[in-house]
């Protein structure tokens, strides 16, 4: 340790638990090495996929000699933000006829959740958020740094491998009344565990006579099922009451733009007036923070949603990404049917969107990525998109072994 320098009292960090699978993988040097770790859409080949439709916008963007790189203002590209809050909410949504949803450009759906956690820190007067147990990694740190307290509601059932759905109606039914409370739009992450629309429903009604606020995290819309409008029907039903909400879009999954870094933030106020204020003091979050988004994935984006023919040429291209995922669902589990593998795999082609949540635990994890290279996170979450025809066989051998030779 070089004393010498101011900081040298540093510790290392550990690495990140979903990042820090790609590391490992990346350092193997087996032919036969799997990564299911990352939420990254991936070919049949195993190759990242860009969109055909995201280059021909892109190709459009690139020959429109009147387009210049002038900052965007604090809230980003007006028309953007205008498309994103019909793509969540319908074109037809009283809440935009209104206007009384305020929507802003943001990093992504990190980036989104930031902006409107740190927004309501400061101007909500209920400073817990409840958050499903297990969610993703980084929502805890999202929400404590930004100076909301984190606290957990019941969702997964390890024993059904379903959702526990009367420990979520228990949980949210003893928060505090105003507690806001944050939501997976569809294809939850790490579970893959959604509730029916009935189920939904009942959340809708409980959480309204409580005065909950929802804060909907939607980075899979149209991903999951294929179809844009089902996968935002949890968000529309509570925006349908007339309700508040936010909502944090990302378009990594749904066209594709992972490293463009293009979200968005919305929040449904009662009135106008109300969303022009909240607005005015959302522009106050993110102004220290970056300024202003970057202008060119928030172009392709509203390239291809303001164009039918791009946006129907969107809609085919997405319904095969989510159809290839859900073929990659039944191919696992007909494999392991057919190897015999101990236990019921059936959660396999209930849950929905990227990811499964296995149900293997941390010791047979760490088996089969010892004995047979195959890379996801100890919670036993495997990215569905990382699998192909191909490597489904390797993948059951290894679930076989880990499940009839580790307890």
Request: proline residues 4%; aromatic residues 8%; glycine residues 8%.
């Amino acid at each position: 340790m070089d004393s010498s320098s101011v900081f040298a009292n540093i510790v290392r960090a550990p690495e990140d638990a979903i990042l820090g699978v790609t590391v490992a993988y990346n350092k193997d040097s087996s032919p036969d090495k799997l990564n299911l770790g990352v939420g990254a859409y991936r070919t049949e080949e195993g190759k990242p996929l860009v969109l055909k439709v995201v280059r021909r916008a892109e190709q459009m963007l690139v020959n429109d000699n009147s387009r210049v790189k002038e900052y965007l203002p604090i809230v980003g590209l007006a028309d953007f933000n205008k498309l994103s809050a019909k793509l969540i909410f319908g074109a037809d949504s009283p809440a935009i006829q209104e206007n009384r949803v305020t929507t802003v450009q943001c990093l992504s759906g990190t980036g989104s959740l930031r902006v409107g956690a740190e927004f309501l820190a400061r101007h909500y007067h209920q400073l817990t958020i409840y958050i499903p147990n297990p969610t993703w990694g980084n929502h805890t740190k999202i929400f404590g740094l930004a100076g909301l307290s984190v606290k957990a509601y019941r969702y997964y059932d390890p024993a059904t491998r379903g959702l526990d759905f009367q420990g979520l109606l228990e949980d949210l039914g003893a928060a505090p009344s105003g507690s806001i409370v944050l939501l997976h739009a569809c294809a939850h992450n790490p579970t893959g565990v959604d509730p029916t629309i009935e189920q939904w429903e009942q959340i809708r009604q409980l959480m309204r006579s409580k005065g909950l606020l929802p804060f909907f995290d939607s980075a899979y819309q149209g991903f999951a099922s294929g179809n844009l409008d089902a996968d935002a029907g949890s968000v529309r039903m509570f925006v349908a009451d007339g309700g508040e909400c936010l909502a944090a879009q990302s378009y990594a999954k749904n066209m594709g733009l992972y490293g463009e870094r293009v979200g968005a933030l919305s929040i449904v106020c009662k009135t106008a007036d109300v969303a022009s204020r909240v607005e005015s003091q959302v522009k106050l979050v993110i102004r220290p923070m970056y300024s202003n988004p970057p202008i060119h994935g928030a172009s392709i984006v509203a390239t291809i949603l303001k164009d039918r023919d791009m946006y129907n040429e969107w809609t085919v291209e997405l319904k095969a990404m989510a159809d290839r995922i859900i073929s990659m669902r039944q191919q696992l589990f007909d494999s392991l049917s057919a190897r015999g593998t101990p236990g019921d795999w059936s959660h396999i082609i209930k849950q929905i969107g990227m990811f499964t949540f296995t149900g293997l635990n941390t010791k047979q994890v760490a088996f089969m990525t010892k004995e047979y290279h195959i890379y996801m996170t100890s919670d036993g979450r495997i990215s569905m998109a990382g699998l192909s025809s191909r490597t489904v066989p390797h993948l059951t051998e290894a679930i076989h072994a880990a499940v009839t030779r580790v307890g």
